[in-house]
Nanobody
Framework: QVQLVESGGGLVQAGGSLRLSCAAS????????MAWYRQAPGKQRELVAG???????NYADSVKGRFTISRDNAKNTVYLQMNSLKTEDTAVYYC?????????WGQGTQVTVSS
């Protein structure tokens, strides 16, 4: 059974930084894409950043230049370094993993940015 476990969320002041981690366990097989999404209260879940097995990345316009996604293929782990955080970054952040045959979501981790 595949599980995604996220960590690193918390409360931070505007302008601060956080680093999220998402580790996949179980028989994950070949991981194609790992990504971070977020969902703020009353809003739809949106893509924040994604990274392919070959480390090609893409970012939402709202986080470009502030967030960096990376992955450790040996550890089946994806990271999201978040710098210069803004109050509008407050949301529950979810990890998503796409393998050759399946799609998985993590349980989410809360990020709260105070002014």
């Amino acid at each position: 059974q595949v599980q995604l476990v996220e960590s690193g969320g918390g409360l931070v002041q505007a302008g601060g930084s956080l680093r999220l981690s998402c580790a996949a366990s179980g028989s994950v097989g070949s991981i194609r894409i790992m990504a971070w999404y977020r969902q703020a209260p009353g809003k739809q879940r949106e893509l924040v950043a994604g990274i392919t097995a070959g480390s090609i990345t893409n970012y939402a316009d709202s986080v470009k230049g502030r967030f960096t996604i990376s992955r450790d293929n040996a550890k089946n782990t994806v990271y999201l370094q978040m710098n210069s955080l803004k109050t509008e970054d407050t949301a529950v952040y979810y990890c998503k993993m796409i393998t050759s045959g399946s799609l998985y979501w993590g349980q989410g981790t809360q990020v709260t940015v105070s002014s």
